[in-house]
């Protein structure tokens, strides 16, 4: 603290940056405002580069006159590395789903379709647009007792709280081809919460 009292910004950062910083404190006391910066990037010392969310408040003096500014700056680096880590990391893992032979997709808790993989068209004939916003009974064959079959095994999983089923149910293409499938059925969990199904259907003999 003690190398920091009578120095300016000009001691510590770039100029650029200095100047920056400068700007902000004067439209702080002309305004006499607050002024809130989610996120502003500084070379620190040693040049390492920090991320830092900041506050700078105006100081009244006796007269009510800005006459004085306060800063408050948390670091949050850590933070936006977590962020980017996150997003790349779901980067990764939608490429694996778009890429893989099987079919993955997601359904809600009523059933109807939230994402399927591209490879739903060689499976099911159906494009995932074709699909999307549909009930998963839809691709199932009409009055042979499937959809209340499936659906059982389904608030079962749920109510049981069951974290991977297998089953084999008959399909529709959009052909309208009877085909034959494998299902391999996870409860992903998102807060303790239940947000839908993953299933992994693969082609079995008839």
Not at 8 to 27: C, G, H, I, L, V
Not at 85 to 112: C, H, K, M, N, W
Not at 136 to 163: A, C, S
Request: aromatic letters at 8%; hydrophobic letters at 35%.
């Amino acid at each position: 603290r003690t190398t920091m009292i009578g120095k300016n910004d000009y001691d510590f950062y770039p100029q650029e940056q200095a100047d920056w910083f400068t700007s902000k404190d004067r439209e702080v006391l002309a305004n006499d405002e607050m002024v809130d910066i989610p996120e502003e990037l500084i070379q620190a010392a040693g040049g390492l580069t920090r991320y830092l969310h900041t506050k700078k408040i105006p100081i009244r003096d006796a007269q009510g006159h800005a006459a004085f500014l306060l800063g408050i700056s948390e670091d949050i680096t850590e933070r936006k590395q977590a962020q980017a880590a996150l997003v790349e990391s779901e980067r990764r893992y939608r490429q694996i789903i778009e890429e893989a032979t099987d079919v993955v997709y997601t359904i809600d808790p009523a059933g109807f379709f939230t994402y399927i993989s591209p490879s739903a068209k060689r499976l099911t004939g159906f494009s995932p647009d074709d699909l999307m916003g549909k009930h998963f009974t839809d691709l199932l064959p009409k009055g042979e007792g499937w959809r209340k079959r499936l659906l059982e095994v389904y608030l079962n999983h749920v109510e049981q709280k069951i974290l991977q089923t297998t089953l084999s149910c008959p399909i529709l293409t959009s052909q309208g081809d009877r085909r034959r499938v494998e299902q391999k059925v996870t409860r992903p969990m998102q807060a303790f919460t239940i947000f839908g199904l993953k299933r992994v259907p693969q082609a079995v003999p008839a």
